[in-house]
């Protein structure tokens, strides 16, 4: 079974604080995908990254960058929180393009 | 942006009740996919339907897809209440960017 973990279930952080965020998957997954989920939006998709090194920007990458030094892990970092990206983010990796999805278990962060 | 959008956001059923689920979308597609979540977990993938096939079966689940209509449903037949959940449609149309998901359905099954 592909496992996607998450660095932690729940964070707070201060408003300018630098967080990281990390996903490990174990199933040599060529894309792993950054989501944050809010009521009532859905999954948003922050970023993805299709190869090591590589990333694209998905629909709300504003405030956020990705780092993915190596296949099996993929970092979010918010470089100055803000109250507004307090929300539950998803990790997610997949085989290749278009294939199922398996996800983390989400972090939710909270900036105060 | 979103593609997806599910019909009805909450529906509430009784154990052993069927539940249906819609997803519209608004562009040509390669496959649509159906997934579920727990309260407060990540997604679990459920079925993958293919822009050339019109239904699939999984279990208790049956998916159909209208490419005409820009439309899917998910049917899950006898409901449980490990079943309440919410469900989320996503389209894949071709390209890496281009997996999207919908809002959801918040189905609650009462024992």
């Known amino acids: 079974d592909v496992k996607v973990t998450q660095s932690s279930r729940y964070l707070v952080k201060r408003t300018g604080e630098k967080v990281f965020l990390e996903c490990v998957q174990d199933m040599d997954h060529e894309n792993m995908f950054w989501y944050r989920q809010d009521p009532g939006l859905g999954l948003r998709l922050i970023y993805f990254s299709y190869d090591v090194k590589m990333k694209e920007k998905g629909d709300i990458p504003e405030g956020y960058s990705v780092s993915r030094e190596k296949k099996e892990r993929f970092s979010l970092i918010l470089e100055s929180a803000s109250t507004n990206q307090t929300s539950m983010y998803l990790c997610?990796?997949?085989?290749?393009?278009?294939?199922?999805?398996?996800f983390g278990p989400g972090t939710r962060l909270t900036v105060l | 942006s979103q593609q997806g959008e599910e019909d009805p956001q909450a529906l509430s059923i009784q154990e052993g009740e069927n539940a249906t689920m819609n997803c519209s979308y608004k562009?040509?597609?390669?496959?649509l996919q159906w997934y579920r979540q727990n309260s407060g977990r990540g997604l679990v993938h459920l079925i993958l339907i293919r822009s050339n096939e019109r239904e699939k079966h999984s279990g208790r689940l049956r998916v159909t897809l209208d490419t005409s209509k820009k439309s899917s449903s998910l049917l899950i037949t006898a409901s449980r209440a490990a079943d309440t959940a919410s469900y989320f449609c996503a389209t894949d149309a071709g390209g890496y960017q281009k997996v999207t998901f919908g809002t959801g359905t918040k189905l609650q099954v009462i024992p």
């Open positions: 997610a990796s997949s085989l290749s393009a278009g294939r199922e999805q398996f």
């Open positions: 562009t040509s597609i390669n496959n």
